[in-house]
């Protein structure tokens, strides 16, 4: 088949491998499901896209492992959903109609709401299992795997997301490695479309001296800034709110939107309990004073496996990741050979990291037998600051940072946030604030209200915790914005007895 032999055939390797991925898990649903009781959430955009001819591929590899690859595959057999709203650009409707007679989906078009829609379909059809488009960093993709059951409220499904870990660029590659059709629009600019009320063409795009000319959305060079094209336009009516916002306005959305980084420590000495971790709670709290979110903070042995396999998962989950501990010229050192398994890449002398070498170590510092100034080839940047001995090291979107202790890593987070914003590539946001209010109720009398609140403000992270195992329940709101969050402690007051929360400082 035409999609998983331009694969096969292509040179890039990450592309390779999420494909790879992404056909495994659609294989494991068509095991799992039969192919009346999997259906195929299409909108007509970039994601989407990708996810059908992924469906193509994996269906063609799903029959190929039953020995009864026959006939002509052109036509696709899984029911596909299509949901129609007069707020869609004629665009993405055209591309929609075209996809679905080109390649001969069995299509239904639902003009209801998503939630109703998918109710009633699901009460006409056998439907246990639905394939979408969702990738991490998608507002709705919090919280999800690869198999997720549909969220409580909603009917009972099997979310399936081939795609999850995928990055812009990935989808891009993929798109442009298999010379697939994709809506017109992002041609013109367009990087992540909505409606035709919230999405305009990505600024980052556009033509030097003009403000109507755009470059294709497969030139964007960093795809964090995907959505910068979905602000809110003025709604030309001054109409209200829409109830499950919950008062949330379309300026908030922007600065609640979210980049995120995880952080990884290699140390045995962690894991055995011999030293205690300092620079992972540092680090989280340093990225949410510039509005980052921690995806995840792991520990993982000094082991080059287990390094590479780490890094895989979290750099393409995160926009950053940030790793300490195992660099240096002793046995256990094994990070930067673990990041360059992960990417794919070899070793290789890097002759100006070298220098820096030699001036701290002076003659012990010679020719190939240095393996200290081995790095990852073809992926490192060197980023030098007047105030670090050694550059700090950048292989795509993993920081590799040396420092063994707080006041060494303070030093080198000062110095990677003033380069990172000379450079134009650090986008700071909001900065995450918090509340508290703590309650000697039971666990069992809060729960029910907490979940609703958390319902009611899903831009708010809401948590609980005690200091000790019969102390005070203590509930935490953590966010971007503190009215929201003083309007959300006012919403948990309102649902018990006066008296019941007290506010902490």
């Known amino acids: 088949m035409e999609i998983d032999r331009a694969i096969r055939e292509c040179d890039d390797r990450r592309l390779q491998t999420k494909y790879k991925n992404a056909t495994?898990?659609?294989?494991?649903?068509?095991?799992?499901?039969?192919?009346?009781?999997?259906?195929?959430?299409?909108?007509?955009?970039?994601?989407?896209?990708?996810?059908?001819?992924?469906?193509?591929?994996?269906?063609f590899l799903h029959k190929k492992g039953q020995n009864s690859v026959n006939g002509d595959f052109q036509d696709f057999p899984i029911r596909t959903i299509y949901f129609e709203s007069p707020c869609a650009f004629p665009e993405i409707n055209s591309f929609t109609y075209d996809t679905a007679a080109t390649y001969g989906l069995q299509i239904d078009t639902i003009s209801l709401d998503f939630k109703s829609g998918l109710e009633a379909l699901l009460k006409e059809k056998p439907i246990r299992a639905i394939f979408l488009g969702v990738r991490i960093g998608d507002p709705t993709a919090v919280g999800q795997e690869q198999f997720s059951p549909s969220s409580p409220g909603w009917p009972p499904f099997m979310r399936v997301n081939p795609i999850l870990d995928w990055s812009y660029r990935d989808v891009w590659a993929f798109l442009l490695t298999c010379k697939v059709n994709y809506c017109s629009l992002y041609d013109q600019g367009y990087t992540s479309i909505g409606s035709i009320h919230d999405t305009v063409p990505n600024s980052l795009l556009s033509v030097s001296n003009s403000s109507y000319k755009f470059k294709p959305a497969y030139l964007l060079a960093d795809g964090r800034l995907e959505r910068a094209g979905r602000a809110k336009r003025p709604s030309s009516t001054g109409g209200q709110l829409p109830v499950d916002s919950n008062g949330l306005t379309g300026v908030d959305s922007h600065k609640n939107s979210m980049l995120t980084a995880s952080i990884i420590a290699v140390g045995d000495e962690i894991l055995f309990g011999i030293v205690e971790d300092q620079l992972g709670p540092y680090l989280c709290r340093k990225l949410h004073s510039i509005g980052w979110s921690v995806f995840k903070l792991s520990v993982v042995h000094n082991n080059i496996d287990s390094v590479a396999e780490e890094v895989e998962r979290q750099k393409s989950k995160s926009d950053m990741v940030f790793i300490y501990g195992g660099v240096g010229p002793?046995?256990?050192?094994?990070?930067?050979?673990?990041?360059?398994?992960?990417?794919?890449?070899?070793?290789?002398?890097?002759?100006?990291?070298?220098?820096?070498?030699?001036?701290?170590?002076?003659?012990?510092?010679?020719?190939?037998?240095?393996?200290?100034?081995?790095?990852?080839?073809?992926?490192?940047e060197l980023w030098h600051h007047d105030k670090l001995s050694v550059p700090l090291i950048k292989c795509q979107n993993v920081i590799i940072l040396s420092a063994t202790n707080v006041s060494e890593l303070e030093k080198q987070w000062d110095c990677w946030i003033e380069l990172a914003k000379s450079s134009d590539l650090l986008a700071l946001l909001e900065p995450y604030v918090s509340k508290h209010a703590a309650t000697n109720l039971s666990d069992v009398e809060i729960a029910q209200p907490l979940s609703k609140l958390c319902l009611e403000f899903p831009d708010l992270y809401i948590g609980c915790y005690r200091k000790a195992r019969y102390g005070s329940l203590i509930v935490s709101f953590k966010g971007k914005d503190l009215a929201r969050i003083g309007s959300a402690i006012k919403a948990l007051h309102k649902k018990f007895q006066p008296g019941a929360f007290i506010e902490m400082n």
Do not use: W
Not at 29 to 37: D, F, V
Not at 358 to 379: F, S, V
């Open 24 to 59: 495994y898990v659609v294989q494991r649903a068509l095991t799992l499901y039969s192919i009346e009781e999997v259906a195929f959430s299409f909108n007509g955009g970039k994601d989407s896209t990708v996810l059908l001819h992924i469906l193509r591929a994996g269906y």
């Open 330 to 380: 002793l046995h256990s050192d094994v990070t930067i050979a673990g990041i360059a398994k992960a990417f794919g890449v070899r070793l290789a002398p890097d002759e100006e990291f070298e220098e820096y070498l030699r001036h701290i170590i002076g003659d012990q510092c010679t020719g190939d037998r240095n393996e200290m100034a081995q790095l990852p080839e073809g992926i490192t």
